[in-house]
């Protein structure tokens, strides 16, 4: 795995921490996740889902399998996402993260697997 790789997972791990952790205890969030038209419980299971996909990601360093399941599931995580942002015709640039996270995750999932 290059460093590139390397660094771009890190950064991946404990931005999913963050926004996991963000999505269970932040009022914009709560916000959001109503905007969205997702009820409380979907806001909780998407919060511990991105914890459990970053530490999934991050202790993958040590066990690839690991993480490329964590990658994976982020990766869907996001096509949800990015599936909702659409559905409630969110703008082009509002949309547009969630699927490159999804582009990304899959990528890098993808390339762990066949490529490494």
Known sequence: ???????????????FLYYGVSCLSSNFMTTEFERFGLSTLQRKITG???IIGGLGV?????????????LIGISLLMLLGWGVRLKIKDTFMAALPSFIF???NAYLAYYLTFIR
């Not at 991050?58 to 964590?70: E, T």
């Open 48 to 50: 511990v889902a991105q």
């Open 102 to 104: 999804f582009v990304l």
């Open 58 to 70: 991050l202790l993958g360093f040590f066990y690839m399998p690991l993480q490329v399941a964590a």
């Open 1 to 15: 795995m290059t460093i590139a790789h390397t660094i771009l997972i890190g950064l991946i791990g404990f931005s």
